[in-house]
């Protein structure tokens, strides 16, 4: 066709004359709106609430999207889909689409069609051809959309899937909510003469929460700082780089980016390595085989500095960690130095978690719900928040805020057990939202491999009858952690099967 004013007004004037003519074209439409790279929709405004809405009423997306000839993105670039869509729907999933095919190919090249309609977001969606210009001019029809694969291949976290998908009852809430948040304690009480009253701070949060959190805690915040620039300098570098230290069912210490608890991926990428190098752990769960396996880190190369401030960070926690113990055997009344004698090859690991931004943070979790198998956890977070915990008392999920300089603090299993649970495992669970990153730093101290792990002979009596039968920590440890590497289709292991009913 020609193009001009004149020869617009004279393609009207022999149009009576020429006949409808029918055109089919066939194409594959490419929409990559989540990764690192080669992205080709952004994210460009939502609703206040938007990010509270399962059907992300509010949101919008400018796109540029190749559409190619077959299906494989690297095939022939035919045109491109340029325009908007946004999600319209309060109630249920449906999108606005506005937005011109662009023909850059062959005999269509320049010539435009333009689509206006509601897309559902089905497999089959059906949208109007409004009108075109060029080779299209005055035209109509019907675009009938597909969807052929559901691949957003993001660079940091592998392929997004199903497998990220909670079940509707365990999705965040994603409301801000002001509520009695968990208790802040004071350490630096431990230097004055009465140390009973931190004891029993300590006790009634034990008790009361399973959480706290810690300031003056004696970790150096210049150390604590530089923990978190390693991470993320760690996490920055391209997936390639991270994968020549990735773990795997053998070497179950360095960089992984596929975890699932309750068999539900989470949204993130860890760094695991042992403030014990190496650590010694059962070879498998089964009770018959007494085979043992050795655990030892895996260093990066780059970022430099990475493993010092690592190990130094790891030291410094691991000091924290035994005066906790101290305290928590004060606050059960016991004699400070009670749990210590457990620890001495302990198997404690340091991760660094970092949490990517969640294109559907009301669906996936960047940790599932879950309770800690060691005996204490001590971590450190970026001042995002996410970390939330299930309320004892009424079984609320509360926020964990970030609190600048503290650490959070929770009792996990261990010691649920030997408290003959005076003080209970906490569930927890990270929350992911669409626009920021988190990076946090967990410490889980575990005792020996070897212990037996059951409620304190002290805690127990003909009136308080132990609650747990003893279990082999290492053993317990294996099973569970088997269920980290893939989906499995039953419930895994927890202290709950050791349970005295
Ligand atoms: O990221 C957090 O704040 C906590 C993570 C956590 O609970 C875990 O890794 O066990
Ligand atoms: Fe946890």
Same mark, same amino acid.
């Given at each position: 066709?020609?193009?001009?004013?004149?020869?617009?007004?004279?393609?009207?004037?022999?149009?009576?004359?020429?006949?409808?003519?029918?055109?089919?074209?066939?194409?594959?439409?490419?929409?990559?709106?989540?990764?690192?790279?080669?992205?080709?929709?952004?994210?460009?405004?939502?609703?206040?609430?938007?990010?509270?809405?399962?059907?992300?009423?509010?949101?919008?997306?400018?796109?540029?999207?190749?559409?190619?000839?077959?299906?494989?993105?690297?095939?022939?670039?035919?045109?491109?889909?340029?325009?908007?869509?946004?999600?319209?729907?309060?109630?249920?999933?449906?999108?606005?689409?506005?937005?011109?095919?662009?023909?850059?190919?062959?005999?269509?090249?320049?010539?435009?069609?333009?689509?206006?309609?509601?897309?559902?977001?089905?497999?089959?969606?059906?949208?109007?051809?409004?009108?075109?210009?060029?080779?299209?001019?005055?035209?109509?029809?019907?675009?009938?959309?597909?969807?052929?694969?559901?691949?957003?291949?993001?660079?940091?976290?592998?392929?997004?899937?199903?497998?990220?998908?909670?079940?509707?009852?365990?999705?965040?809430?994603?409301?801000?909510?002001?509520?009695?948040?968990?208790? !802040? *304690?004071? #350490? =630096? %009480?431990?230097?004055?003469?009465?140390?009973?009253?931190?004891?029993? &701070?300590?006790?009634?949060?034990?008790?009361?929460?399973?959480?706290?959190?810690?300031?003056?805690?004696?970790?150096?915040?210049?150390?604590?700082?530089?923990?978190?620039?390693?991470?993320?300098?760690?996490?920055?570098?391209?997936?390639?780089?991270?994968?020549?230290?990735?773990?795997?069912?053998?070497?179950?210490?360095?960089?992984?980016?596929?975890?699932?608890?309750?068999?539900?991926?989470?949204?993130?990428?860890?760094?695991?390595?042992?403030?014990?190098?190496?650590?010694?752990?059962?070879?498998?769960?089964?009770?018959?085989?007494?085979?043992?396996?050795?655990?030892?880190?895996?260093?990066?190369?780059?970022?430099?500095?990475?493993?010092?401030?690592?190990?130094?960070?790891?030291?410094?926690?691991?000091?924290?960690?035994?005066?906790?113990?101290? !305290? *928590?055997? #004060? =606050? %059960?009344?016991?004699?400070?130095?009670?749990?210590?004698?457990?620890? &001495?090859?302990?198997?404690?690991?340091?991760?660094?978690?970092?949490?990517?931004?969640?294109?559907?943070?009301?669906?996936?979790?960047?940790?599932?719900?879950?309770?800690?198998?060691?005996?204490?956890?001590?971590?450190?977070?970026?001042?995002?928040?996410?970390?939330?915990?299930?309320?004892?008392?009424?079984?609320?999920?509360?926020?964990?805020?970030?609190?600048?300089?503290?650490?959070?603090?929770?009792?996990?299993?261990?010691?649920?057990?030997?408290?003959?649970?005076?003080?209970?495992?906490?569930?927890?669970?990270?929350?992911?939202?669409?626009?920021?990153?988190?990076?946090?730093?967990?410490?889980?101290?575990?005792?020996?491999?070897?212990?037996?792990?059951?409620?304190?002979?002290?805690?127990?009596?003909?009136?308080?009858?132990?609650?747990?039968?003893?279990?082999?920590?290492?053993?317990?440890?294996?099973?569970?952690?088997?269920?980290?590497?893939?989906?499995?289709?039953?419930?895994?292991?927890?202290?709950?099967?050791?349970?005295?009913?």
């Amino acid at each position: 066709v020609k193009e001009g004013a004149e020869e617009v007004d004279e393609w009207f004037d022999k149009l009576p004359y020429v006949k409808q003519k029918v055109t089919k074209l066939h194409f594959f439409f490419h929409d990559r709106f989540a990764g690192k790279h080669n992205i080709t929709a952004v994210r460009v405004a939502h609703g206040p609430d938007t990010d509270k809405s399962p059907t992300s009423f509010g949101l919008v997306f400018i796109m540029d999207d190749p559409l190619t000839e077959r299906m494989n993105p690297t095939s022939k670039e035919l045109g491109r889909a340029q325009g908007l869509y946004a999600f319209s729907g309060q109630h249920e999933l449906s999108l606005l689409m506005s937005f011109n095919l662009v023909f850059t190919t062959g005999e269509f090249n320049g010539s435009t069609l333009t689509v206006l309609g509601r897309n559902p977001a089905v497999l089959h969606r059906e949208m109007p051809i409004v009108g075109g210009s060029g080779v299209f001019r005055m035209a109509r029809g019907v675009a009938s959309a597909k969807l052929r694969s559901f691949n957003m291949t993001t660079v940091f976290m592998g392929e997004v899937d199903q497998a990220f998908i909670q079940s509707i009852e365990h999705r965040a809430n994603l409301d801000t909510i002001e509520i009695e948040g968990i208790p !802040l *304690i004071d #350490l =630096s %009480l431990s230097h004055t003469t009465d140390i009973n009253l931190l004891v029993s &701070e300590i006790g009634n949060a034990c008790q009361n929460w399973g959480f706290f959190q810690v300031i003056n805690h004696g970790v150096p915040l210049e150390l604590l700082e530089k923990i978190k620039v390693a991470a993320k300098a760690f996490f920055d570098q391209p997936v390639e780089e991270k994968r020549k230290v990735k773990r795997d069912e053998v070497n179950a210490m360095g960089y992984h980016e596929s975890e699932h608890t309750k068999n539900v991926r989470d949204w993130k990428e860890v760094f695991d390595f042992l403030i014990n190098d190496p650590s010694f752990l059962p070879a498998s769960p089964e009770t018959e085989d007494d085979e043992i396996r050795t655990l030892s880190n895996q260093w990066p190369e780059t970022p430099p500095q990475f493993r010092e401030v690592c190990q130094t960070y790891a030291r410094e926690v691991e000091k924290l960690g035994y005066k906790l113990l101290e !305290l *928590i055997s #004060l =606050s %059960l009344g016991l004699p400070s130095n009670r749990l210590n004698g457990y620890f &001495e090859d302990h198997t404690t690991m340091m991760r660094l978690n970092h949490y990517p931004p969640c294109p559907f943070p009301e669906l996936a979790l960047g940790v599932g719900r879950h309770k800690d198998a060691g005996a204490l956890t001590i971590v450190a977070q970026d001042d995002i928040g996410g970390l939330q915990v299930r309320r004892k008392s009424d079984e609320v999920w509360v926020p964990v805020k970030p609190t600048p300089n503290a650490l959070v603090i929770n009792v996990g299993d261990t010691i649920q057990v030997w408290s003959n649970e005076a003080y209970e495992s906490v569930e927890h669970r990270v929350v992911v939202n669409s626009e920021r990153e988190r990076f946090s730093i967990p410490v889980f101290f575990f005792p020996s491999h070897y212990v037996m792990v059951k409620p304190l002979e002290e805690l127990v009596n003909e009136g308080s009858p132990p609650k747990y039968k003893p279990y082999n920590f290492g053993k317990f440890f294996v099973a569970r952690n088997r269920s980290d590497y893939k989906k499995l289709e039953v419930q895994n292991i927890q202290i709950s099967d050791f349970k005295i009913i």
